[in-house]
């Protein structure tokens, strides 16, 4: 019953581990009497079979009994004797036997972890952790030579690879820096080498990796000289192998230098060195040589060597360098065979239709999406862009020299490119043909306008080009209607093209819808950000609108983008001066004269502003060198003129009037000035020569009839009576003229009153002229009368005389293309850039 469990009692999984079997303890074997009796008898003498502690099924131990328990001393010995095994009867111990000392041992379970040397009471550890951790790895001592020179050559490929890092980011200082701190720890690893005795195991790649490093990098840095010392020093050292390769670089830099014969040499030298087995370098090496020639003028051995690359292994570059020397030397039949091999070069790319997904296979439209747009077809884009740029170059420049007219060239030319795998380039060409028409200012030529309205039914690309053209060449000619039909064409085949846009909306400009234009200047600039055109147009929108804010803003973007436009430039000063900034203005047109130090509008703007700021000696500067560079301006010459008289120099005026005398030789405002000055500088004589003049060219002019009358009565002259009674008789006309004027003023004024109309203002907008013109009147009112004596207030002749010549200001420059009026200030010239196709 002691054995059994009720089911209600909770059993111990744990119990029963402590309990052991008495039989096996070898520690109660002298009390065992059991054990002592089998001691004692011969069958305790027997040599044991087993180990050492014998608890198998054949050992010769008997198992404890419950007989009483002798207690013996005696046996003490006999026991401890008993417990050694004795060696087998094959002659070998056995397992755990002590023999001389020491036991066999168990190898059986070592790998358990059990060792023959257990004891009672120790622990199992297998992987021996109770140790304690494994004392640490000897480091290998740095004072070794070997270690002293691993370090150093580490050192030196870390360097050189920094200095190439350094180059890739464009810090090319840094990158030198590198390269000879690199030379420098090499040679010191050299030394090292030396002095450890191991000089025969130089490292020569590092060595010739550090010295063309360093080389490269000179060069890099323009330091030519340094660069050919140490490609020198590589080529001279027979140790590096396929060193003579370097000659190339050393050519390279002769040719930057414009040393071409050496260049020459050197790249001849290096073809010796190099096997047929590198073809294509050998072939690279020619070209270089064919380049240097044209540099040097020698067209016919560059032509030697680009025929022999094109017979060996062609490629367009040397097609198209062939076809300059061809063109160079005045070879018509040869040019016509190199552009037939340069439209024969194979590109080497796969074709467009594999890059179109299929329908049906998803796995495959997700390849094809991935690879559309990879590094691979971005360089075979790129590849054929390149070699259409060069067969257009090549046909725009031999179409004139081949054939007698330029369209016969350009059309064997466009034959051609239509019997090869530059199909859709054709297209292109004949656009270029027209193109080239409107360039020569050729705007009558049928030709150009039957080219470009032959594309009208072809493919939405052309077409929007072709169109674009048309509109832009009908603007020009001013056919407006015509430009609007074209731009609408172009916008229906391409609504992203950005140039058909502005051509639109410079249509609507000119009709003086310019919320309408604006609406497509941002549309331009919506599909193409960097349109500079639509940008700058879209400016000038604004101005009209009167929104100068938004206006400035856009300058100030096109500023950002076209740092150095002198338009640019001449718009924002405008601006700011239009929102009464004058200092920004000012500032805004010294940038200007900067860029264009000699436009003469410039510095007179630059003067008018000075001049409403008070600082006339600055004006005066301005003025004067506006004068220099275009001395035709009226405007100019007027402030001048007064200038001077107001600080009382009228002899240095009397020049500037006569100027302007000589420009507007019917006006007699200028040579009465003329007179006006001698006669207040005091020369009498010449002032009544010059009247005497005026009144042989004006007799009706009252003004010089009362200075004739004054001079000559001061003078005591006879003439005086005779001017005096023409002076009469011009008073008494102009007195009738102006009653007759009167009364048809009352007169017409009344038959308006009487018509309900309020043209009693008229009279007042009559006389609204511009100031300018009033003041210029005023010029010729406020001279002295004849009853006036010669020493009159200067002073009030002075101020009556003076004129600011500057009343109505300027819209713009008038820089290399001509000065326009406002009606076209938008960029004519930017337009014509942007209509050209792509």
Request: proline fraction near 4%.
């Amino acid at each position: 019953m002691e054995h059994l469990h009720l089911a209600a009692e909770e059993d111990d999984l744990y119990s029963g581990y402590n309990d052991y079997n008495p039989t096996f303890d070898s520690e109660e074997l002298d009390n065992d009497a059991g054990f002592q009796q089998a001691v004692r008898t011969s069958h305790g003498r027997r040599p044991p079979m087993t180990a050492k502690f014998p608890g198998t099924a054949i050992g010769g131990r008997a198992l404890g009994t419950s007989f009483g328990v002798e207690s013996s001393f005696g046996c003490e010995s006999r026991l401890l004797k008993s417990r050694m095994p004795m060696a087998s009867s094959m002659g070998r111990p056995m397992t755990g036997a002590v023999q001389d000392g020491a036991a066999r041992p168990m190898t059986a379970v070592r790998a358990a972890g059990y060792s023959s040397a257990m004891t009672r009471g120790s622990t199992f550890d297998p992987l021996g952790q109770s140790k304690g951790p494994a004392p640490p790895l000897e480091g290998k001592s740095e004072d070794t030579p070997d270690e002293k020179v691993k370090i150093l050559e580490k050192k030196v490929n870390d360097l050189i690879e920094e200095s190439c890092l350094a180059h890739g980011l464009g810090d090319l200082q840094l990158s030198l820096d590198r390269a000879k701190e690199a030379g420098r720890k090499e040679r010191a690893l050299v030394r090292q080498r030396e002095q450890s005795g191991n000089a025969d195991h130089i490292n020569l790649d590092l060595t010739y990796s550090v010295l063309f490093n360093l080389a490269t990098q000179y060069a890099n840095n323009d330091m030519y000289a340094e660069a050919l010392n140490t490609y020198q020093v590589i080529v001279k050292n027979k140790m590096f192998s396929n060193a003579g390769r370097l000659k190339v670089n050393m050519a390279n830099i002769h040719f930057k230098q414009k040393n071409y014969p050496k260049a020459i040499k050197l790249y001849r030298m290096a073809l010796d060195q190099i096997s047929n087995s590198h073809k294509e370098m050998r072939i690279k090496i020619m070209q270089n040589i064919g380049v240097v020639f044209i540099r040097m003028g020698q067209y016919s051995d560059a032509i030697t060597s680009f025929e022999h690359i094109m017979s060996e292994c062609p490629n367009i570059k040397t097609g198209f360098n062939l076809i300059l020397c061809y063109y160079a030397i005045g070879d018509r039949e040869r040019m016509k065979k190199a552009f037939q091999k340069l439209i024969c070069v194979p590109l080497g790319i796969d074709e467009e239709d594999k890059y179109i997904p299929p329908n049906d296979d998803t796995h495959a439209n997700l390849v094809i999406e991935a690879i559309k747009n990879d590094k691979l077809h971005q360089m075979e884009r790129e590849r054929k862009a390149l070699a259409e740029k060069f067969i257009m170059t090549s046909a725009k420049l031999i179409a004139p020299a081949i054939e007698v007219t330029f369209a016969a060239g350009f059309d064997w030319c466009v034959d051609m490119v239509k019997s090869s795998q530059y199909v859709e380039l054709a297209n292109d060409l004949e656009i270029n043909k027209a193109i080239t028409y409107l360039r020569q200012r050729d705007f009558n030529q049928l030709e150009a306008v039957e080219t470009l309205k032959t594309f009208e039914k072809k493919d939405s690309r052309v077409k929007s080009a072709a169109a674009t053209n048309l509109s832009f060449l009908y603007f020009l000619e001013k056919d407006y209607d015509q430009a609007d039909r074209y731009a609408d064409l172009a916008m229906t085949a391409d609504r992203y093209n950005p140039a058909a846009l502005i051509n639109k909306g410079n249509t609507v400009f000119v009709k003086k819808d310019y919320e309408k234009a604006a609406e497509f200047y941002k549309e331009a600039l919506r599909n193409d950000s960097s349109c500079t055109e639509a940008l700058y147009n879209l400016g000038l929108t604004y101005k009209r609108l009167g929104r100068l804010e938004e206006s400035l803003d856009c300058f100030l973007k096109l500023h950002a983008i076209l740092r150095n436009s002198a338009q640019v430039m001449w718009q924002l000063a405008n601006l700011f001066e239009m929102l009464e900034d004058p200092h920004q203005a000012i500032e805004w047109l010294m940038q200007l004269i900067t860029v264009t130090p000699t436009d003469p509008q410039v510095l007179a703007k630059l003067g008018e502003l000075y001049d409403s700021e008070g600082d006339k000696s600055q004006a005066f500067q301005y003025y004067q060198e506006s004068f220099r560079y275009f001395p035709s301006n009226i405007d100019v010459i007027e402030w001048l003129g007064a200038y001077y008289i107001d600080t009382q120099f009228c002899e240095k005026a009397i020049q500037y009037f006569e100027r302007a005398t000589l420009i507007q030789p019917t006006q007699v405002k200028w040579q009465l000035m003329v007179a006006s000055c001698y006669r207040r500088s005091g020369n009498y004589q010449k002032a009544l020569e010059t009247y005497k003049d005026i009144h042989r060219k004006f007799p009706e002019n009252v003004e010089c009839l009362r200075f004739l009358v004054r001079l000559c009565t001061d003078m005591g002259m006879k003439e005086v009576q005779d001017y005096a009674t023409k002076l009469k008789k011009v008073e008494k006309m102009k007195e009738i003229r102006e009653q007759r004027v009167k009364s048809a003023r009352e007169g017409s004024a009344r038959g308006t009153r009487r018509e309900g109309s309020a043209s009693s203002d008229s009279g007042h907008s009559s006389h609204g002229t511009s100031a300018k013109g009033e003041r210029l009147s005023a010029k010729m009112r406020a001279l002295p009368g004849s009853n006036e004596p010669y020493e009159a207030s200067s002073q009030r002749d002075i101020d009556a005389s003076y004129v600011d010549p500057l009343g109505a200001p300027m819209e713009r420059p008038k820089t290399a293309a001509k000065k326009r009026n406002e009606e076209d200030e938008f960029a004519d010239e930017e337009l014509g850039d942007d209509l050209l196709p792509e």
